[in-house]
Nanobody, 123 residues
Framework: QVQLGESGGGLVQAGDSVRLSCAAS????????MGWFRQAPGKEREFVAR???????YYADSVKGRFTITRDNGKNTVYLQMNSLKPEDTAVYYC?????????????????RGQGTQVTVSS
């Protein structure tokens, strides 16, 4: 059983940068693909970024070029660096772990999920 805990959210202004962290425990972190999802008020949860166990990355079009996902297997932590933030990036951000092979962007493919951290971007 993998436990995930996000940190790093907060209130920022448009154009600012924020780095989210997600610490994992209880499993072999390096074996999992890790993903970030977000859910804005009144909207469906959406995929943001994914990093495979080998380090390959995949991004939603809405964040490509602004967000970067990385992982540190020695620290059992995945990061989401968010630059050039926009008000529409405001959401609760969740990290999640998956053992499903392939490029997985569906929430159901990630068996382990964190509780989320709020990011609010003011204009």
């Amino acid at each position: 059983q993998v436990q995930l805990g996000e940190s790093g959210g907060g209130l920022v202004q448009a154009g600012d940068s924020v780095r989210l962290s997600c610490a994992a425990s209880g499993g072999t972190f390096s074996r999992y693909a890790m993903g970030w999802f977000r859910q804005a008020p009144g909207k469906e949860r959406e995929f943001v970024a994914r990093i495979g166990s080998g380090g390959s990355t995949y991004y939603a079009d809405s964040v490509k070029g602004r967000f970067t996902i990385t992982r540190d297997n020695g620290k059992n932590t995945v990061y989401l660096q968010m630059n050039s933030l926009k008000p529409e990036d405001t959401a609760v951000y969740y990290c999640a772990a998956s053992q499903t092979p392939g490029i997985t962007t569906a929430w159901y493919a990630y068996a382990y999920r964190g509780q989320g951290t709020q990011v609010t971007v003011s204009s």
